[in-house]
């Protein structure tokens, strides 16, 4: 039965529990990246949207309706799954929400005696035909996107199409062949041999790559792989020292962020405000950006690859922390704790070395990272105090260079956020998550003096962005009146024509003189 009432996010495990012990809820669910993300050490589970993780994004969220028992959910699963979009099953339970696969939900009926094992070969037979039917339109190809979407959503029942439902479904294809039959159990195999060596925690950036591009291959036609394939990227990423120094200069800050999800002692993380969405549309951009870096890097496409890194240059590392980035980390709690937070990682990184399994260039990769970052945490902090504290001209500065002094703070928060307005959205942000509720616990005491500090910087910063120009349509108006007026001459007495016409004349005369000696130009 659908649902008419739509529940707000934080309330959605609550609002499913009220549904009853049997109750599942389908729901769309928008794609999304959480700001966590490039530490994830663990593969997604193909088949699963992961918004019933801790943590997760809720409000990606859209409710189809709700369902009671496995067989109406399968059912109604197998009929609305459109390939395209994502459609996830889940239910409530006492540690939160949990999300099911199709899969499951089939194993258990394929074994249930009353659940009617001919009815659920013919549902899920209708269901494999119609992904091969939406997919390309060459029949290899069709039939190979069709293997891989039953592998990543029917696995907990067998890792391709058994012979009953494959037979069913090439029927419904008019293609009876034992080739097409064949290559989808072998896409299938092979499927599932891929999301079992994802499974291994130390791989090698060949293999990672390998994976991608197969992937990659498939994710068009199967979106349940479109998660595993940025995943991909983002580890192979994570072993490229350049992409790694690229991702160190457009992410934004967010260690107030990171700093209160630690802390938080909820298992829902139900205390932690959520990024602001100035920052995460910061952090998307800059995942994208590596994403698309990594993905030309390793895909033939150097000279792209190299542009993106030509774009946005890697910050010079400061030899000693300047006089402005030290006056903001003592008075910004969350700068102090972006800087331990750095050193412990470096700490981390390099205190090791017989973590072997970590491998060279991984290990590569993250120092360069952390060093790139360092620089432009000290661009972030230098721009930012010095507008939360102007230096004063120097007693003895000559009085032209005044202007030139001045004029160094503009030019330090464009290098640090690339633009003044991104430099304004991201202070908007950070000052929009200070000032969400509830306040975790442990920000109590510097919630206050950390609002005031970034509004007091967010002020100097509208001071020194260049005034807009306005628009006076008025105006404008009155000028295209005046130059759409004729223009009427007086002739009561002679005009003298402008000085520069007899020049002209002359000139113009002149060169038509030499013109007409030029062979092959016509008068």
Known sequence: MSEQHTPLPNEFHTWLAERGQDAYALVWVAEGSEPTGWAE????????????????????IAPQEVTHGQQETLRRWLQLDD??????????????????????????????????????TDQLAGWLYRRGAQAQQDRKPRWTAAAAAWTCHMRALASYPPP??????????????????????????????????????YRTRTELIEDWNTVESLSADVPALTELADWLLDQIALRDASAQQLRAVLEPDITDYLRDRRTDDSPLNATVPALDAQRAAHLDQARETVRAYTADAHSGREEEAQQLLDSFPIPARALATSGPAVAWRQHSATAQDAVNDLAAQLAATTGDPADYFAGPDLLHAQIRYLAARESQLHLIHDALGRLAFPTPAPRN??????????????????????????????????IHYQLQ?????????????????????????????????TFNEEEVRARV????????????????????DDAHAQAHAQALAAGSATPGVNR
């Open 41 to 60: 050490t663990e593969a997604p589970r193909v088949g699963e949207t992961g918004i019933a993780r801790p943590g997760a994004d809720l409000t990606r």
């Open 83 to 120: 390939g395209v979009r994502h459609l996830a099953i889940l239910t409530a339970g006492l540690g939160g929400l949990r999300e099911h696969t199709p899969g499951e939900l089939a194993a258990q009926l394929m074994h249930d005696p009353a659940g009617g094992e001919a009815r659920l």
């Open 164 to 201: 009953s439902v494959l037979r069913a479904s090439l029927e419904r294809a008019g293609e009876q062949d034992q080739t097409t039959a064949d290559l989808v159990v072998s896409k299938g195999e092979k499927t599932a041999d891929l999301l079992d060596r994802l499974e291994r925690v």
């Open 397 to 430: 500065l000559p009085e032209e260079l005044t202007p030139v002094a001045a004029a160094q703070t503009q030019r330090r928060v464009i290098e640090a956020f690339g633009t003044l307005e991104r430099a304004t959205q991201t202070l908007d942000g950070q």
């Open 437 to 469: 509720h509830p306040v975790p616990t442990h920000r109590h005491a510097t919630t206050s003096a950390e609002t005031g500090l970034l509004t007091r910087a967010r002020n100097a910063l509208e001071r020194i962005a260049p005034p807009a120009v």
């Open 481 to 500: 009146r005046a130059m759409s007026r004729p223009v009427t001459l007086d002739r009561t007495g002679p005009v003298a024509p402008p000085a520069h």
